[in-house]
């Protein structure tokens, strides 16, 4: 029997207590105003009490409660640092660690998918998980022949709590607005949804992580974990110690938040070009700051990369129209960034735009690619956001009428989600040679004739 709350209606009640509880606090706030306690130190008392009640709620549920809460954290760079502060340390929590569920239940699941024997298969079995995610925790172990390894666990019940949890959380949508004020966090979990069943898949995680691990096998920035053993509900992959990015984002040097943010954007351009793959999750909870041959040389650390569940198919790399329109917008040609957008579908047959516009609107969110090297703040970020949020803004009214053609969406999550954990570091990235080295269509010879990307799912 799961310990994961499953029954859609004890889920429903928890999740439908978060808009709740921000109503309730908000009355609570008027009356401590009313009381004589000012209004700054309410606001900054509510939003405490309201990140709390997230964490919890979100962390004890797991499944797709916790997904949106992980998502949602590294989007928390762009929001101002008086709703921000109150929220950061919440949502962080949930890219390391949640509730675990019991000892019991994870013997039973590892009893039931290896076999009655299964402490033969390893040396060392630590009890108490090491990391919690959304659809499993992860324990270290030694494995039988000596290789100290992390033992994905999904929790029983998994796939029912996440599907329930994402049909909820689409209902109520709009009434989480306030934890991204700006960001449509409907079509976020519309894609989450979408891509259920393949991240409880774990033969499909094996797949994608054994790829990448022999791909990245030598490489001296980059190291991929390979995998050991799998079966349904159980994962096995060589462990690899190093300084988790949450940490790094809190309490590194600038040195070590530069060479993170280095590494994390080759990382996002080199995966699909020598992979064909997408890696889909990047929140700060999948990656690690490794040390290199000399622990006291932060050049020569390199970046661990976990967590394949969530992986975008594409056999060519990232589309050639990415690079062609970025280089195009780069170089003020607006009628060539319209045409190209409008062939692919970013621009509606149906809609009518003024290419100047539209290249006014591209360039402050490109500008980190046109210098040589670019330091992504959450001062920059918030920017950006208020910029695109702004009701009277033409920068929001032209936004409205653009459209993400679904192929792109997986891409564009994936490439906003790292760039608010660059901003996160507060890095400074030469992200230009990142482009240069592995984007299709960003250097002139490149550019033919950009083919369309195909869905994939």
């Not at 990232?318 to 045409?339: C, F, K, N, Q």
């Amino acid at each position: 029997m799961s310990d994961l709350p499953r029954k859609a209606v004890t889920r429903t009640v928890k999740l439908a207590a978060l808009p709740l509880g921000f109503a309730g606090r908000a009355t609570w706030g008027l009356g401590k105003r009313i009381g004589g306690k000012s209004a700054e130190l309410v606001a900054r008392e509510l939003q405490q009490r309201t990140a709390d009640q997230l964490f919890r709620v979100l962390g004890e549920l797991k499944g797709g409660a916790m997904k949106l809460g992980q998502a949602l954290s590294v989007f928390e760079a762009a929001l101002p640092e008086e709703m921000a502060g109150p929220y950061r340390a919440a949502l962080t929590k949930l890219q390391e660690a949640a509730p675990p569920m019991p000892t019991r239940t994870v013997h039973a699941v590892l009893q039931e998918r290896l076999g009655e024997e299964w402490r033969e298969l390893f040396l060392e079995f630590e009890d108490k998980p090491s990391a919690a995610a959304s659809i499993g925790q992860v324990h270290r172990a030694v494995w039988h022949d000596g290789r100290r390894v992390a033992v994905k666990v999904q929790y029983p019940g998994a796939g029912e709590a996440l599907l329930s949890d994402l049909t909820q959380l689409s209902r109520v949508a709009r009434m989480l607005g306030p934890l991204v004020p700006g960001m449509d966090i409907k079509p976020l979990i519309a894609e989450m949804r979408d891509r259920v069943a393949e991240e409880l898949d774990y033969g499909l995680e094996a797949e994608a992580q054994r790829e990448h691990a022999a791909v990245f096998a030598d490489d001296p920035d980059v190291v991929v974990p390979d995998v050991v053993h799998q079966s349904d509900q159980v994962l096995v992959t060589e462990w690899i110690d190093g300084t988790p990015l949450s940490e790094v984002i809190a309490t590194g040097s600038a040195e070590e938040r530069d060479r993170a943010g280095q590494l994390l954007a080759r990382f996002l351009f080199s995966g699909p070009a020598r992979t064909g793959l997408l890696h889909a999750d990047p929140h700060p909870g999948n990656f690690r700051l490794l040390p290199g041959g000399d622990e006291a040389d932060v050049a020569g650390r390199r970046l661990g990369v976990l967590d394949f569940g969530t992986v975008d198919r594409l056999p060519g790399g990232l589309p050639e129209t990415i690079g062609a329109s970025l280089r195009m917008a780069l170089e003020g040609d607006s009628e060539a960034v319209y045409e190209l957008l409008r062939k692919e579908g970013f621009v509606k047959e149906t809609i009518e735009l003024d290419p100047d516009a539209v290249l006014e609107y591209l360039l402050p969110i490109i500008e980190p690619a046109e210098v040589d090297e670019f330091t992504f703040s959450r001062d920059w970020i918030r920017g950006q956001a208020t910029r695109l949020a702004d009701l009277r803004s033409p920068a929001h009214q032209l936004g409205k009428q653009l459209n993400l053609p679904p192929s792109y969406l997986l891409i564009h999550r994936v490439t906003l989600s790292t760039i608010g954990v660059l901003c996160q570091l507060n890095a400074t990235v030469r992200l230009r040679d990142e482009l240069e080295s592995w984007l299709p269509g960003f250097l002139p010879e490149d550019d033919a004739d950009p083919a369309p990307v195909e869905a994939h799912v």
